[in-house]
């Protein structure tokens, strides 16, 4: 149901921009629902990086505030995440996740963001 893009190797320093689409979400489901970005380390549990509610209320896990920012565009079903000042502890495969009624939860299968240092 969902669709992750725009993971790549950069620099650090760098910035990336993650994009996630919801082909198949029709507009009423997808608006309201609160998307999330998570990420997963080798050898690290997945954990929530940045999260925007219907409404447009986000937040963010301590280590990225100020750096990376979530924004969604409802009549495109997408959500991004800008990712500035990249560093090497961002390394990653990151995944969107859409929670929300009827349907309960959706996983994207993930894009790769390597930063090199």
């Known amino acids: 149901q969902l669709q992750a893009s725009g993971g790549g190797l950069v620099q650090a320093g760098g910035s990336l921009r993650l994009s996630c689409v919801a082909p198949r979400m029709i507009t009423s489901t997808f608006n309201p629902s609160i998307m999330n970005w998570y990420r997963q380390a080798p050898g690290k549990q997945r954990e929530v990086v940045a999260t925007?509610?219907?409404?447009?209320?986000?937040n963010y896990t301590d280590s990225v505030k100020d750096r990376f920012t979530i924004s969604r565009d409802n009549s495109r079903k997408r959500i991004y995440l800008q990712m500035n000042g990249l560093k090497s502890s961002d390394t990653a495969v990151y995944y969107c996740?859409?929670?929300?009624?009827?349907?309960?939860?959706?996983w994207g299968q993930g894009t790769l963001v390597t930063v090199s240092s």
């Open positions: 996740n859409a929670v929300g009624r009827p349907y309960g939860e959706y």
């Open positions: 925007i509610t219907g409404v447009g209320r986000t």
